[in-house]
């Protein structure tokens, strides 16, 4: 599913004209954008949590030439699935 089915989908369910829909999805994107680049987690109840994982610095290997690079710490964004998410799947 792309932007402009999950729109779609989203104006449907809802109710919406797919302009409303289109600027509470890009609300949506935003709010989560800005909630994790402050380090927040953002948990949505049966549905999942949103999250910041750090990653410290490494020594990596460079595959063409075998040689040591350090590799920077850095922040990943992740994802952990809710309990009715999984069931949901696995049906």
Do not use: H, Y
Request: proline share 3%; net charge positive.
């Amino acid at each position: 599913m792309n932007k402009s089915e999950l729109v779609g989908a989203v104006a449907e369910k809802a109710g919406l004209s797919k302009k409303d829909a289109d600027k509470a999805c890009e609300a949506f994107v935003e709010v989560m954008t800005e909630a994790l680049a402050k380090g927040d987690k953002v948990s949505l109840v049966g549905f999942g949590t949103f999250g910041i994982k750090e990653r410290p610095a490494r020594e990596g290997i460079n595959p063409f030439t075998q040689e040591k690079i350090k590799i920077a710490a850095s922040k990943a964004p992740f994802f952990k699935a809710g309990k009715a998410l999984k069931e949901t799947v696995n049906k």
